[in-house]
């Protein structure tokens, strides 16, 4: 089970620390990955991490502003996002891959959260 936290409304230029909390699996075995969701678009890639924490990519839009890591020992990614723009509004999701790279094709992924709401307001 994979259960997200740390969403909210904030302004522009503010700061927001998503956390992933995974239960009932081997979490240091999977690469763990984020994906946010706007109204009437499909999922989309925002940053993904492979279960050594050696290999990270990040989609473009959020290149130098998001950072994905992990705490293998708390079973836990965060997603901290920083200079947050009207253009973060999303749903985030956070997903597993056993033994994935954490790269952006969402169809490796094997486990998904319920979602956490950002909304970045100007």
């Known amino acids: 089970e994979l259960v997200e936290s740390g969403g909210g409304s904030v302004q522009v230029g503010n700061s927001l620390r998503l956390s992933c909390a995974a239960s009932?699996?081997?979490?240091?075995?999977?690469?763990m990955a984020w994906f946010r969701q706007a109204p009437g678009k499909d999922h989309t890639f925002v940053a993904g991490?492979?279960?050594?924490?050696?290999?990270?990519e990040y989609a473009d839009s959020v290149k130098g502003r998001f950072t994905i890591s992990r705490d293998n020992a708390k079973s836990t990614v965060f997603l901290q996002m920083n200079s947050l723009k009207p253009g973060d509004t999303a749903t985030y999701y956070c997903?597993?891959?056993?033994w994935g790279m954490g790269t952006s094709n969402k169809e490796l992924y094997d486990y998904w959260g319920q979602g956490t709401q950002v909304t970045v307001s100007s």
């Open positions: 997903a597993a891959a056993l």
């Open positions: 009932g699996g081997a979490f240091s075995s999977y690469a």
């Open positions: 991490i492979n279960w050594a924490a050696n290999n990270i």
